[in-house]
Nanobody, 124 residues
Framework: QVQLVESGGGLVQAGGSLRLSCAAS????????MGWFRRAPGKEREFVAA????????YYADSVKGRFTISGDNAKNTVYLQMNSLKPDDTAVYYC?????????????????WGQGTQVTVSS
C-alpha cells in the first residue's frame, strides 16, 4: 500500500508564491513517476506537471509553464511543486499522484495512487 500526503496549500495574493509538497510512504517502488493535477469547482480535473524518477523528464501544462517548477527528492520520497507568479485562475484543489511506470504522463488514468489534495486560493 502507498500513501500520498500533500501539504503547503493556503491563501496568497496574486503574484505571490507557494511550494506544495507530496510525501510518499508505504511500499517502495523500483521505478515510478509523479504528477500534479488540480480541480477547480465546477471544472474538470486538469494536468499541471509531471516528472520521472530520475528527474530527467518533466512536463508542464501550457497554463503554468514558466511559472511552476516540479522537482523531487528521492531520499525523502517527496515531490515538490514550486508555484510562482500565482494568478486567481490557479485557485483549485491540488492533488499529487504516483504511478509504477518509469515514464511520466499527463493522463490521469495512468496514475495508480492519489493524495487527498491541498487547497490553493489566489486572491486578486
Amino acid at each position: 500500500q502507498v500513501q500520498l500526503v500533500e501539504s503547503g496549500g493556503g491563501l496568497v495574493q496574486a503574484g505571490g508564491s507557494l511550494r506544495l509538497s507530496c510525501a510518499a510512504s508505504g511500499r517502495t517502488f523500483s521505478s515510478y513517476a509523479m504528477g500534479w493535477f488540480r480541480r477547480a469547482p465546477g471544472k474538470e480535473r486538469e494536468f499541471v506537471a509531471a516528472i520521472n524518477r530520475s528527474g530527467t523528464s518533466v512536463y508542464y501544462a501550457d497554463s503554468v509553464k514558466g511559472r511552476f517548477t516540479i522537482s523531487g527528492d528521492n531520499a525523502k520520497n517527496t515531490v515538490y511543486l514550486q508555484m510562482n507568479s500565482l494568478k486567481p485562475d490557479d485557485t483549485a484543489v491540488y492533488y499529487c499522484a504516483a504511478r509504477t511506470g518509469v515514464v511520466a504522463t499527463t493522463e490521469w488514468g495512468r496514475y495508480d495512487y492519489w493524495g487527498q489534495g491541498t487547497q490553493v486560493t489566489v486572491s486578486s
